[in-house]
Every structure is written in structure tokens, then in C-alpha cells.
């Protein structure tokens, strides 16, 4: 069965450099989210979408941003990045038509910012 | 806002042995449950999640959970541990709300070491 795609699996980067995640969601599911989770720590919700739009947010610092396409795929963009951004960072997908919010994982991307 | 508490930061078991990892939810509402594994560097794979009628769910790989609503748990169960059941669990929580894109709430983990 298809899973969720995430690119690139691991990035390094420059203090103050800039980052693009890319979250391929399951074929048809039409909500992404994004969570970061540091050494050690459970994943902290960052922001979510649901058919396109702007769903629900966490605790994602300003200089993130992100959105969803018209293919339903999502990219996070990082900017003026800090030590403390390096993380793994997961996307997660859920189909439409529920409220039930089972959630599908990437891989994770592996930000390390040096 | 809703919570989600795992008292044991690691458990040691022997291959064979029984588990049951705990959770325990903060939430005004019934909230839908979920419980994922994580092995070193990977992704997050759904066990068993729960959303109402019975109780006792039952997940992949042998895993199961009952939901105690008098006693807001949520409890991870499995009757013989594999050595390749050695990896973190997490409880987590969502709220169901209409419209998508909730979020969940994840417990700090439990970290699950087997013995052989």
C-alpha cells in the first residue's frame, strides 16, 4: 500500500540558511499535518491543512510557513534557520469524509542545522 | 487543552513475557485514541486507535488496548513480546472535532527494551 512520501530524508544546513520539506500525502487523502519531534521528545504538532486550507496550528515559530497544494501535496519552509530547528520532522496524512483524525506517517526528514 | 501522560519512560521485558504499557488522557470529551510505534529513526506506524463502542481493540502485530473511560486509560497490551517489539511507543489524542486537520497530542513515550 502506498505510504506517505517525504523529501528530502536528510538535510544539513547552515545556521540562518533556508529549508523546503516536501510531504507527499497518501493517494486521496485530502489533510496533511506536520509535526516536529527533537532528540528524545514526543512530536509536537506544528500546523495542519485540510483541503487546501489552513486547518489548525501548534507551536511553529514565525519563520516557518507552510501550504498545501492543489495536488493535495504540502511543503514546509523554514527560514533564518537556528541550531534548535535541527529535529526529525514528520508528515502525516488522513483521508476524507471523517473527523476520526487517524493519521499516517512519513518517514520523516532528518533536519540537521550545523 | 487535552493531555496525554505514559508514567513509564522504559520498560524492560523478557521474549515471551506479557506487556501492558499505560496511558493515561486528560479531555473533557471522549477522545479518540490512538497508539503508535517508532523504531529508532523511523516514522510513526498506527497500532490500534480508538473511537467509541467497544472497549477492548484489538491492533496489528498482536497489540491490543482497552479503553477505561472511569479511569481516563488507555492501556497498551500484548500477550508475548518478540524481540522485535523493541522499539518507542506513544499514546496520543485527538479531539474528533468537525472539519479536519486536528491535531494529536502525543504522550512522551515509552521505550520498550526486550530480552532475550
Known amino acids: 500500500a502506498a505510504g506517505v512520501i517525504q523529501s528530502p530524508r536528510h538535510l544539513i544546513k547552515e545556521k540562518r540558511e533556508t529549508a523546503t520539506l516536501k510531504c507527499y500525502p497518501i493517494p486521496r487523502h485530502d489533510t496533511v499535518y506536520w509535526y516536529q519531534q527533537g532528540p528524545g521528545q514526543d512530536p509536537q504538532f506544528l500546523i495542519s491543512?485540510?483541503?487546501?486550507?489552513?486547518?489548525d496550528k501548534g507551536s511553529i515559530p514565525d519563520r516557518f510557513s507552510a501550504q498545501q497544494f492543489s495536488d493535495y501535496h504540502s511543503e514546509l519552509n523554514m527560514s533564518s534557520l537556528e541550531l534548535g530547528d535541527s529535529a526529525l520532522y514528520f508528515c502525516?496524512?488522513?483521508?476524507?469524509?471523517?473527523?476520526?483524525?487517524?493519521?499516517?506517517f512519513g518517514p520523516g526528514t532528518r533536519l540537521t542545522v550545523l | 487543552a487535552q493531555s496525554v501522560t505514559q508514567p513509564d519512560i522504559h520498560i524492560t521485558v523478557s521474549e515471551g513475557a506479557s506487556l501492558e504499557l499505560r496511558c493515561n488522557y486528560s479531555?473533557?470529551?471522549?477522545?479518540?485514541l490512538f497508539w503508535y510505534v517508532q523504531s529508532p529513526g523511523q516514522g510513526l506506524q498506527l497500532l490500534l486507535k480508538y473511537f467509541s463502542g467497544d472497549t477492548l481493540v484489538q491492533g496489528i502485530k498482536g497489540f491490543e488496548a482497552e479503553f477505561k473511560r472511569s479511569q481516563s486509560s488507555f492501556n497498551l497490551r500484548k500477550p508475548s513480546v518478540h524481540w522485535s517489539d523493541a522499539a518507542e511507543y506513544f499514546c496520543?489524542?485527538?479531539?474528533?472535532?468537525?472539519?479536519?486537520?486536528?491535531?494529536?497530542?502525543f504522550g512522551t513515550g515509552t521505550q520498550l527494551k526486550v530480552e532475550l
Open positions: 496520543a489524542v485527538g479531539l474528533g472535532l468537525t472539519g479536519g486537520g486536528n491535531k494529536l497530542t
Open positions: 479531555y473533557g470529551a471522549t477522545p479518540y
Open positions: 491543512f485540510y483541503e487546501k486550507m489552513q486547518s
Open positions: 502525516a496524512s488522513s483521508p476524507p469524509g471523517t473527523s476520526t483524525d487517524t493519521q499516517y
